[in-house]
């Protein structure tokens, strides 16, 4: 930042180096160049002046010519300085018209709705322990009666400065609510004994001496304290049962009270959860696990699906069912599918062949405006090709906001990444999905081969004539037996996936695995799936229904 000082100094440097060329220009003119000048234009010789005329005519025109230039200058100087001032005032003003809105304008505490946000990011997500401190004024209402509302003020400007002042325990968060009530936020492995000697700390400060007007005067204060996750989960509950604690001191005749109604088990069980998965996510226990997704044709293993186990350093390894609804719950799972998918693209560099890598991305995350961004990041990051990418869907996600979707979905294709509809059929608009979005892949869910024989039969040749004659790759997933195998092999499956081929297992385990034989992951020719040769005749027809049935009535040719 250039000072005014600095600035003056140039100005003036720069004027006195204009004024040096004027006045050597206007010696150079009347000394050299006048006559050349004039005879040039015609103008005859020009006027004959003895030095002393020369030299005042010379110092009269710069004399002049610095009038000209200073005046201007100092306008301009001083129009520059009022504009920064003004511009400096208004930043002031923004930024206190900022803090006014966040802090209470007596007190210069936190206001309410401003605490309450900053105690809600402390919460969510629950990481530590936090307890929640409500101070209210005994008989406050006494020191406004007899001294009036001025010392009122005073009164709580100065127990406000005296709060700030306490030595506490954790990161302290201090506002005001309202009226003669202040509220403090403590975090960190915090003791109910702790807790009780912050309590008192707080009282003693409150207890000092006030001087209003003529008289000296002592404040009480009553204290209720509540923690989470122990009586609430959340920044409003929290506050509540604070203010609960609260009043039943003031009603048994106490000066601190924790709270007693705690939460049920089953809350503050889901509580630590939270806050622990929280920290497994941060210490890298999540892991990728892979499995094996192979070409019915050949048993080849095309490529592999990455899923989430976490790696529980005391019960080992923790089911996906136990701790995914969770993630989701948190927010976090983004964060967990970024994480992952960075580790599988760097395992993936060990794999021998062209396998490809799919991952299931969830709802919240596929309407996400960053998302394609993000993807594009790790795929540059790691130089993982865009065509070894497969994301997967399931067709439940795609009916709140598919415009969203469906321009998420066409970026990714223009990436060259492949997108495939996960656990088709079970949806409730798989059909209008496939008619709408740019599907490369089909997955048919396990619960069609748990139906009786006819049924499974019928249900799963539709899946694959819809598939082959929209040119879409068909994967049956759950397979644990080789004749279902050999059955869907027969059928037309181009892929399966399931126990019979390999469990989820870890990225060293899946690399013997690769090694252990060719796994080149064949490419899909569209023309083959068109033209179903070992299809029978009546598996085509039902194929050709549906597709004019997606097309609609206007496409369908007689």
Same mark, same amino acid.
């Given at each position: 930042?250039?000072?005014?000082?600095?600035?003056?100094?140039?100005? =003036?440097?720069?004027?006195?180096?204009?004024?040096?060329?004027?006045?050597?220009?206007?010696?150079?003119?009347?000394?050299?160049?006048?006559?050349?000048?004039?005879?040039?234009?015609?103008?005859?010789?020009?006027?004959?002046?003895?030095?002393?005329?020369?030299?005042?005519?010379?110092?009269?025109?710069?004399?002049?010519?610095? @009038?000209?230039?200073?005046?201007?200058?100092? =306008?301009?100087?001083?129009?520059?300085?009022?504009?920064?001032?003004?511009?400096?005032?208004?930043?002031?003003?923004?930024?206190?018209?900022?803090? $006014?809105?966040?802090?209470?304008?007596?007190?210069? $505490?936190?206001?309410?709705? #401003?605490?309450?946000?900053?105690?809600?990011?402390?919460?969510?997500?629950?990481?530590?322990?936090?307890?929640?401190?409500?101070?209210?004024?005994?008989?406050?209402?006494?020191?406004?009666?007899?001294?009036?509302?001025?010392?009122?003020?005073?009164?709580?400007?100065?127990?406000?400065?005296?709060?700030?002042?306490? !030595?506490?325990?954790?990161?302290?968060?201090?506002?005001?609510?309202?009226?003669?009530?202040?509220?403090?936020?403590?975090?960190?492995?915090?003791?109910?004994?702790?807790?009780?000697?912050?309590?008192?700390?707080?009282?003693?400060?409150?207890?000092?001496?006030?001087?209003?007007?003529?008289?000296?005067?002592?404040? +009480?204060?009553?204290?209720?304290?509540?923690?989470?996750?122990?009586?609430?989960?959340?920044?409003?509950?929290?506050?509540?049962?604070?203010?609960?604690?609260?009043?039943?001191?003031?009603?048994?005749?106490?000066?601190?009270?924790? !709270?007693?109604?705690?939460?049920?088990?089953?809350?503050?069980?889901?509580?630590?959860?939270?806050?622990?998965?929280?920290?497994? $996510?941060?210490?890298?226990?999540?892991?990728?696990?892979?499995?094996?997704?192979?070409?019915?044709?050949?048993?080849?293993?095309?490529?592999?699906?990455?899923?989430?186990?976490?790696?529980?350093?005391?019960?080992?390894?923790?089911?996906?069912?136990?701790?995914?609804?969770?993630?989701?719950?948190?927010?976090?799972?983004?964060?967990?599918?970024? #994480?992952?998918?960075?580790?599988?693209?760097?395992?993936?560099?060990?794999?021998?062949?062209?396998?490809?890598?799919?991952?299931?991305?969830?709802?919240?995350?596929?309407?996400?405006?960053?998302?394609?961004? !993000?993807?594009?990041?790790?795929?540059?990051?790691?130089?993982?090709?865009?065509?070894?990418?497969?994301?997967? @869907?399931?067709?439940?996600?795609? @009916?709140?906001?598919?415009?969203?979707?469906?321009?998420?979905?066409?970026?990714?294709?223009?990436?060259?990444?492949?997108?495939?509809?996960?656990?088709?059929?079970?949806?409730?608009?798989?059909?209008?999905?496939?008619?709408?979005?740019?599907?490369?892949?089909?997955?048919?869910?396990?619960?069609?081969?748990?139906?009786? +024989?006819?049924?499974?039969?019928?249900?799963?040749?539709?899946?694959?004539?819809?598939?082959?004659?929209?040119?879409?790759?068909?994967?049956?997933?759950?397979?644990?037996?080789?004749?279902?195998?050999? #059955?869907?092999? !027969?059928?037309?499956?181009?892929?399966?996936?399931?126990?019979?081929?390999?469990?989820?297992?870890?990225?060293?385990?899946?690399?013997? #695995?690769?090694?252990?034989?060719?796994?080149?992951?064949?490419?899909?020719?569209?023309?083959?799936?068109?033209?179903?040769?070992?299809?029978?005749?009546?598996?085509?027809? @039902?194929?050709?229904?549906? +597709?004019?049935?997606?097309?609609?009535? +206007?496409?369908?040719?007689?």
């Amino acid at each position: 930042m250039r000072t005014k000082g600095y600035l003056l100094r140039q100005g =003036l440097v720069l004027f006195a180096a204009t004024l040096v060329i004027l006045l050597l220009i206007a010696v150079a003119w009347e000394f050299w160049l006048e006559a050349s000048a004039f005879r040039l234009l015609g103008w005859g010789e020009p006027p004959d002046l003895d030095n002393v005329s020369r030299w005042r005519f010379i110092l009269t025109c710069t004399g002049f010519a610095a @009038i000209a230039m200073v005046v201007p200058w100092m =306008l301009s100087l001083r129009l520059i300085w009022r504009l920064r001032h003004r511009y400096r005032q208004l930043l002031a003003a923004r930024a206190r018209s900022h803090h $006014l809105a966040r802090h209470d304008a007596l007190t210069d $505490l936190m206001n309410r709705p #401003h605490f309450m946000t900053r105690l809600h990011a402390r919460l969510s997500p629950l990481l530590e322990q936090t307890a929640l401190l409500v101070i209210d004024l005994d008989a406050f209402q006494k020191v406004n009666d007899a001294h009036g509302s001025t010392a009122g003020d005073y009164a709580l400007r100065r127990i406000a400065g005296r709060l700030n002042q306490v !030595q506490t325990v954790g990161d302290p968060l201090l506002g005001r609510l309202g009226g003669d009530e202040f509220v403090v936020a403590l975090t960190g492995a915090l003791s109910r004994h702790d807790l009780f000697d912050q309590a008192q700390a707080l009282r003693r400060q409150i207890r000092q001496p006030l001087v209003c007007g003529s008289r000296r005067v002592s404040l +009480e204060a009553t204290i209720g304290i509540a923690i989470a996750p122990l009586h609430a989960t959340s920044a409003d509950q929290l506050l509540a049962a604070a203010y609960d604690a609260m009043h039943q001191a003031k009603r048994c005749g106490e000066n601190i009270r924790v !709270q007693e109604n705690c939460l049920p088990d089953a809350q503050q069980a889901d509580a630590h959860r939270a806050q622990r998965l929280r920290q497994a $996510l941060d210490a890298g226990e999540i892991v990728p696990f892979y499995q094996p997704v192979v070409a019915l044709s050949n048993r080849k293993t095309a490529g592999v699906e990455m899923l989430a186990r976490w790696q529980h350093p005391e019960r080992g390894l923790v089911p996906p069912d136990e701790f995914i609804p969770l993630i989701e719950t948190l927010g976090l799972m983004p964060e967990m599918t970024r #994480h992952l998918l960075a580790r599988a693209m760097h395992d993936a560099r060990q794999w021998p062949g062209e396998c490809f890598l799919a991952v299931n991305i969830t709802a919240s995350y596929l309407e996400d405006e960053a998302f394609v961004m !993000q993807m594009a990041t790790l795929l540059k990051a790691h130089a993982f090709p865009a065509d070894r990418l497969e994301v997967e @869907i399931t067709e439940n996600v795609l @009916i709140e906001r598919l415009d969203i979707v469906q321009e998420n979905l066409t970026r990714l294709h223009d990436m060259g990444v492949r997108v495939s509809l996960d656990d088709f059929g079970t949806g409730y608009s798989g059909l209008y999905h496939l008619a709408r979005l740019d599907v490369d892949k089909i997955k048919i869910d396990r619960s069609f081969f748990n139906a009786e +024989e006819i049924r499974q039969d019928s249900l799963v040749r539709m899946i694959i004539a819809m598939g082959r004659s929209l040119g879409m790759g068909v994967v049956a997933e759950g397979i644990e037996d080789e004749r279902l195998a050999e #059955h869907l092999a !027969q059928q037309g499956c181009h892929f399966g996936q399931g126990y019979l081929f390999g469990r989820p297992m870890p990225a060293q385990a899946l690399r013997e #695995h690769l090694m252990s034989g060719s796994h080149e992951a064949p490419r899909l020719d569209t023309g083959d799936l068109t033209g179903p040769d070992d299809f029978s005749d009546k598996a085509r027809d @039902i194929g050709v229904r549906i +597709e004019a049935e997606i097309r609609g009535p +206007e496409d369908i040719r007689v």
